[in-house]
C-alpha cells in the first residue's frame, strides 16, 4: 500500500504529466493505486496522492462493478444538468462538503495497455470522474466551495488533525 499524501503537500498542487510509456512499470503502479485505494476505503484516487504527478487516477464502485483506470483522460462532453452532493477526498480525510458537479460526463481516456476507450458516466461515476480529473490540474474539491465554506473545511480538518495528534503524544 502507498502513503496518500495529504492537502498542505505541493505535489497535489501541481498539473501532471501524460503518460507516453505503458510497461510494466506503470502497470505496477496501477495495481498499488488499486490496492491503495481499496484499504483506504475511498471510491477514486488520483496518481498525485500517491507522490506521482502524472495522469491517472483509479476509480472503484463495487456496488455499479466499476473498477477502472483512466489514463490521460481528457473531458469531452457535459451535461447541461449539475446537481450538488456530498464529496470527501483521502487527502482531505475526515471532512465532507456538498459541491457542484456536471450530473453527466463523457471521457476519453487510455487503460494500462494504452488501448483508448471511452465512457458516458452519470451518478457517484460521474461525480467520481469529475473529483479525480480535478487532481489531475492541481485542484480540490475545496476549491469549488465559496471562500467561506473552504475556509469552514480547511479549519475543521486542522483542528481534527491537531486533536489526534495531540492524543498520540499523550
Ligand atoms: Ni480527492
Redesign the pocket.
Known sequence: MLDIVKIGDEILREKTEKIEVFDDALRLLVDAMFETLDEAEGV?L?AP?VGVSKSIFVISIPDENIRKVFINPVITGTSEREEYHDEG???IPGQFWSVKRFSSVSVQAQDENGRPFTVKAEGLYSRAIQ??FD?LQGR??VDRLSDKDKATVLARYEKEKNRKATRRRR
Open positions: 477514486g488520483a496522492q477526498c483521502l487527502s473529483h479525480e487532481h480540490l474539491y
